[in-house]
C-alpha cells in the first residue's frame, strides 16, 4: 500500500461497492473512523461498510481481491466486476404475426382484442400483445385482507380507553369528562410470493415477476418476494424500485438460477428453515408460483409444504397448468402439496392473475 | 477504558462471554465511536448474552427494550401517569392550593409524573448500556423513534423539554431477520453477523459458562452439537441450547454422554418434533467420537 493511505481505503470501497457491498458515504465516514480506533480493515471494513448478511459475501470477495492487490504488484485496487446483467426471459413463440394491429382504429376489434387478450396464455404471445399485458399486469393491485393488529387507536366506538378519558378529564379541570374509546386497529396481512423460476416456468417468469412487482409496489412493506429454482433467491429489495423495467433488471442480475433445473423441495425446505420458520411467513398468506414439476425427491417437498402450512396463514398454489381445458393434478410435486393447499388456482393468462387477486383478497 | 478490542474481548471473558474478534471489534468501536451496534443472527447464538456482558464488563445498567408487534411511544419512550396528575389536581382543589393556574399548570406536568420507559430511562441513566432485543418484531414506524434518538442521543417531550444524554448509552440492537429492517437504521449501526461458534470455541463457552462440568462432557456436548448443526434441522441448535444440554446431562450426575442418556435428555437441544424423530435413531453415530 503505498501512496496515500486515504487513496488506497477509496480504492478499497470503490472496490467493495463494485462487488455489491451498500457502502455509502456515511458508512465510508464510519469506516475512515473506525479503521483510526481499530487498525483491522477487515473487521472495521465488513462491520461498518455491511448492511445485511448477503453483503458478507461480497465484501469478503472484495477484501480477498484487495489483498491480493496489495500483495502483489498491482497499484490499484480492483474488486470482481459485477456487471449487471440483462433481464432475457423468454415469453414463448414470438407471433409477431398481429404486429401492426393496433394501427386499427376499430373499438370494438380493439375491445376485442383486448378481451382475448385477457385469456390468452402468457406463454403464447407476441411481442405488441406481450407489451399490452406488460401495462395491464403493472395496474393490478395485488393485495391480502388486513388482519387484527396490536395497537389501538382511537374510535368513535369500542372499548374505553382510559388514558385519553383521563386526559380529557384532566384538560376540564378534573371534572369528569365524556368517556374517550379504542379498538385495534387493522393491519395489513403479509404476502409472501414464491416464484418458480426454473426451465417449465421460464416462460411464466417475467409475468409473474411484474405481478410481484405489481404487490410490493402497492404495499413495500408487507411484501416479500422470493424466486425458487436451484437454489432460493430473496428479490423483495431489488423490486422495490418503482420502474417496472429497472426493478426486473435488478431481480434479473439477483437470481442466479435462471431456467435451470427445479428442485423445489429443496427450495421449499430452504425457504422454511432459514425465513418461514423464524417467522417471515407467521400469519401470512403465502403463494407459491408452480407447475409443481420436481426432480427430486417428492417426499420432502410434501414435508416442507406441510411444515409451511403449520406456520402460515393461507397457503396458495398459482399453476400455469390449472386453467388448460382436462387438467388434472398429476405433476409429482403437485400431488404430493395437494393435501396442504388451502387453494390451487391458475395463473396461466392475465384474467387468470387478476382472479387470483380477488382469491387473495377472501379472508 | 479499554485500550484494544484485544483488552474488551478478554473483560468479556472475565464475565463469562467469549467473544470472537468481530463481536469484539464491534463492541470496541461501539464504546469508541458511540455507534449502536447491530445483531444478526439465528436465535440462540448469544446476540442477548452479548449486551448482558458488556453492561457486567463495563460496569453499567442494562436497559431492555423487549420489541414487540404494537409497540409504541407510549410504551418504549415514556408516558404521563394521568392517574397520580388527576390525585394531585383534586388534592390541590381540597387544599384550596389552586388559586394561580399557571404554576397549578406547571405543577401538573412535574417531572415527578412522566414514566420513563426503557429509551428514557437509558436517556437519563447513562452510562448505561440500552439492548433493543429483536427490533424485527416491532412495526416498521417504531424503527423512525429510534433514528431520531439513535442520531442525537436526545428526545424531546413537549410538555418538560428536550432530555439529553450526558454520555450517550451503548446500544445494542438484535434482530432475527423475520423482516428486514430499514438501511436507514442500519447505516447509522455497526452491522455484525453472529455466526454458531467452531467446536472448540464451543467447548471454551460451556467450560466457561459451566465451570463443573466435566471437560469430556462438555467436550461431546459441542462435537454433538456441531453434527446436529450440519443435519439441515428445523431450528439447528445454538449455544443456549448447547449449555443446556450440558447442563441437563451434569444435573443428571453424568460425567460422559452415552446414546440413552442423549435420548432422555435430547429435549433440551431439539424443541421441534420432526427433529426430534430425525435425531433419535441417528444418536449412536452422532456420538461417536
Not at chain 1, 490499484?76 to 456487471?83: E, K, R, Y
Not at chain 2, 462435537?223 to 431450528?235: F, G, H, I, N, S
Amino acid at each position: 500500500m503505498s501512496g496515500d493511505p486515504l487513496d488506497a481505503l477509496l480504492g478499497f470501497v470503490a472496490g467493495a461497492r463494485r462487488a455489491g457491498v451498500p457502502a455509502s458515504p456515511d458508512r465510508v465516514q464510519a469506516f475512515a473512523r473506525a479503521l483510526c480506533e481499530v487498525g483491522d480493515v477487515y473487521w472495521t471494513g465488513r462491520l461498518t461498510l455491511c448492511g445485511s448478511h448477503e453483503d458478507i459475501a461480497h465484501f469478503d470477495a472484495a477484501y480477498r481481491a484487495w489483498r491480493q492487490g496489495v500483495d502483489g504488484e498491482r497499484p490499484s485496487v480492483t474488486g470482481p466486476p459485477s456487471t449487471p446483467r440483462k433481464l432475457v426471459v423468454p415469453f414463448g413463440v414470438d407471433g409477431g404475426a398481429e404486429g401492426d394491429g393496433r394501427g386499427s382504429d376499430d373499438v370494438a376489434a380493439y375491445a376485442s382484442r383486448h378481451e382475448l387478450l385477457r385469456t390468452r396464455d402468457l406463454a403464447e404471445m407476441s411481442t405488441v400483445e406481450r407489451d399490452e399485458v406488460r401495462r395491464l399486469l403493472a395496474l393490478l393491485r395485488p393485495v391480502t385482507p388486513s388482519r387484527p393488529g396490536r395497537r389501538r387507536t382511537a374510535y368513535p366506538r369500542g372499548e374505553v380507553d382510559p388514558k385519553r378519558t383521563l386526559r380529557s378529564t384532566l384538560r376540564a379541570l378534573g371534572e369528569p369528562a365524556r368517556l374517550a374509546r379504542r379498538h385495534r386497529r387493522d393491519r395489513p396481512r403479509r404476502l409472501v410470493l414464491l416464484i418458480d423460476v426454473s426451465g417449465s416456468m421460464a416462460p411464466y417468469a417475467d409475468a409473474l415477476l411484474r405481478f410481484a412487482h405489481a404487490a410490493v409496489r402497492h404495499r413495500p412493506q408487507s411484501t416479500e418476494v422470493f424466486t425458487l429454482g436451484t437454489r432460493l433467491t430473496r428479490v423483495t429489495r431489488a423490486l422495490r424500485t418503482s420502474d417496472p423495467e429497472a426493478a426486473l433488471t435488478a431481480a434479473g442480475s439477483a437470481i442466479l438460477d435462471w431456467s435451470g433445473g427445479t428442485r423445489l423441495g429443496d427450495g421449499l425446505a430452504a425457504f422454511v428453515t432459514r425465513y418461514a420458520h423464524p417467522g417471515l411467513a407467521r400469519r401470512a398468506t403465502v403463494v407459491v408460483f408452480s407447475d409443481g414439476w420436481e426432480r427430486g425427491d417428492t417426499a420432502l417437498l410434501a414435508q416442507a409444504a406441510a411444515r409451511l402450512r403449520r406456520l402460515v396463514h393461507k397457503l396458495v398454489w398459482v399453476s400455469p397448468h390449472r386453467g388448460k381445458p382436462g387438467f388434472a393434478p398429476t405433476a409429482g410435486g403437485l400431488v404430493a402439496v395437494l393435501p396442504h393447499l388451502d387453494a390451487l388456482v391458475a395463473g396461466h393468462s392475465l384474467e387468470a392473475l387478476a382472479e387470483l387477486v380477488d382469491t387473495l383478497q377472501e379472508r | 477504558m479499554f485500550s484494544s478490542p484485544e483488552a474488551l474481548g478478554q473483560a468479556l471473558t472475565e464475565v463469562g462471554y467469549l467473544a470472537d474478534d468481530g463481536l469484539a471489534t464491534a463492541g470496541f468501536l461501539a464504546l469508541r465511536l458511540h455507534r449502536p451496534v447491530f445483531l444478526e443472527g439465528e436465535a440462540g447464538v448469544g446476540k442477548t448474552a452479548f449486551a448482558q456482558a458488556i453492561a457486567t464488563a463495563t460496569g453499567t445498567p442494562l436497559i431492555r427494550l423487549q420489541c414487540y408487534e404494537g409497540l409504541d411511544a407510549a410504551q418504549a419512550l415514556y408516558d404521563w401517569d394521568f392517574a397520580r396528575q388527576i390525585l394531585h389536581l383534586r388534592a390541590m382543589e381540597a387544599s384550596g392550593g389552586a388559586s394561580d393556574p399557571k404554576s397549578l399548570e406547571a405543577g401538573l406536568y412535574d417531572r415527578r409524573f412522566l414514566v420513563a420507559r426503557p429509551l428514557l430511562q437509558a436517556l437519563e441513566s447513562a452510562p448505561c448500556v440500552l439492548l433493543i432485543d429483536e427490533v424485527d418484531r416491532a412495526d416498521d414506524e417504531f424503527e423512525a423513534y429510534l433514528l431520531e434518538l439513535l442520531a442525537d442521543w436526545a428526545v424531546t417531550i413537549p410538555e418538560v423539554g428536550r432530555v439529553v444524554a450526558t454520555t450517550p448509552p451503548i446500544v445494542v440492537v438484535t434482530s432475527n431477520r423475520t423482516r428486514e429492517v430499514h438501511d436507514a437504521l442500519k447505516r447509522r449501526c455497526l452491522y455484525h453477523w453472529v455466526d454458531h461458534p467452531d467446536q472448540a470455541r464451543e467447548v471454551a463457552i460451556l467450560r466457561l459458562r459451566l465451570p463443573s462440568v466435566a471437560e469430556g462432557l462438555a467436550n461431546q456436548v459441542a462435537a454433538a452439537t456441531a453434527r446436529l448443526r450440519e443435519l439441515d434441522l428445523v431450528k439447528p441448535p445454538g449455544v443456549a441450547e448447547a449449555i443446556d444440554w450440558a447442563q441437563a446431562l451434569h444435573a443428571l450426575g453424568a460425567t460422559a454422554v452415552n446414546p440413552a442418556l442423549a435420548a432422555s435428555t435430547l429435549g433440551a437441544v431439539l424443541k421441534v418434533r420432526e427433529d426430534l424423530d430425525r435425531v433419535r435413531p441417528k444418536l449412536p453415530v452422532l456420538l461417536e467420537s
